[in-house]
C-alpha cells in the first residue's frame, strides 16, 4: 500500500489497523469496538469540558454525541471533526465569522439551509446554528458532501474553507491549496498523540495510533 503525501486518513481505524491503513484516505470502521467507540466518545467529552465555555458546560454530552453520531454516519473521522472545530471557532459556541458563519464549525446559513434541503431536512432558520449540537450535525453533513465531491483530503478541506467553487477553479489550474489543510492536520495529529496517550493511561499495552506529516 503506497503513501500517499497529499491525503490523510479521514475515518478513524481501529488501532489494530491503524498503521497498515494510514496511506488510505476516508476510510470507514465497520468493526470498530463499542468499548473504542466508548473510550473515544469519552476523550471527546473531556477535550470539549476543557475548551468550552463555562456557560455551555451543559452542552458538552450532546456535542460529544452529535460528533461521534456524525462520525459513524458519515465514516469521516472524528477526532478530524474536532480539529476542524478548534481551527474555525477554538470551542467558541456562538462564534461568528466575517461571512456570517456561526458557531463550532462556522457554517454560513445559506450553506445549512442547503444541505439540509439536499438531505431532506428541515431548516428553521439561522438560530439553528447557535445550537452547538445542530451547527456540527449540519457542519459534518457539509463535509461529507465536500468529501463525496472532490474524494481528496486537500480539496475537501480547502473547500470546507474557500468553498467548492473557488477550490474547484484551483483544482482546474492544477493547484490544490494547502495552507488550512496543513493547520487542520497539525491539530488532527496533535489530537492523535493525545488520544493515544488517553488510551495509553486507561490501558498500557494499547497500540498507538500516532501519524505524522511524513505520512501523507
Known amino acids: 500500500m503506497k503513501t500517499r503525501k497529499n491525503k490523510f486518513i479521514i475515518c478513524r481505524l481501529t488501532l489494530l489497523t491503524a498503521i497498515a491503513l494510514m496511506a488510505v484516505t476516508f476510510l470507514s470502521v465497520p468493526n470498530a469496538s463499542t468499548q473504542d467507540k466508548d473510550v473515544l466518545t469519552t476523550f471527546i467529552e473531556e477535550k470539549l469540558s476543557e475548551?468550552?465555555?463555562?456557560?455551555?458546560?451543559?452542552?458538552?454530552q450532546r456535542v460529544a454525541k452529535s460528533i461521534t453520531d456524525g462520525s459513524r454516519l458519515t465514516k469521516l473521522d472524528a477526532l478530524l471533526i474536532l480539529a476542524i472545530i478548534e481551527h474555525?471557532?477554538?470551542?467558541?459556541?456562538?462564534?461568528?465569522?466575517?461571512?456570517?458563519?456561526?458557531?463550532l464549525l462556522q457554517v454560513r446559513p445559506e450553506t445549512a439551509e442547503w444541505i439540509l434541503k439536499?438531505?431532506?431536512?428541515?431548516?428553521?432558520?439561522?438560530?439553528?446554528?447557535?445550537?452547538?449540537?445542530?451547527?456540527?450535525?449540519?457542519?459534518?453533513?457539509?463535509?461529507?458532501?465536500?468529501?463525496?465531491?472532490?474524494?481528496?483530503?486537500?480539496?475537501?478541506?480547502?473547500a470546507y474553507n474557500m468553498g467548492p467553487y473557488a477550490t474547484q477553479k484551483h483544482l482546474?489550474?492544477?493547484?490544490?491549496p494547502k495552507i488550512y489543510y496543513n493547520k487542520v492536520l497539525a491539530k488532527y495529529q496533535n489530537l492523535l498523540a493525545e488520544f493515544d496517550s488517553y488510551q495509553i493511561a486507561l490501558n498500557p499495552n494499547a497500540k498507538p495510533s500516532r501519524l505524522t506529516a511524513s505520512n501523507y
Open 118 to 158: 439536499r438531505n431532506n431536512r428541515i431548516w428553521l432558520g439561522k438560530e439553528m446554528l447557535f445550537d452547538p449540537k445542530n451547527n456540527v450535525g449540519i457542519g459534518i453533513l457539509y463535509l461529507a458532501w465536500l468529501n463525496s465531491k472532490f474524494n481528496n483530503a486537500q480539496a475537501t478541506l480547502a
Open 51 to 60: 475548551n468550552l465555555d463555562q456557560s455551555h458546560s451543559i452542552e458538552i
Open 172 to 176: 482546474n489550474r492544477k493547484i490544490i
Open 88 to 103: 474555525e471557532s477554538m470551542y467558541q459556541v456562538d462564534a461568528i465569522g466575517r461571512h456570517g458563519e456561526i458557531g
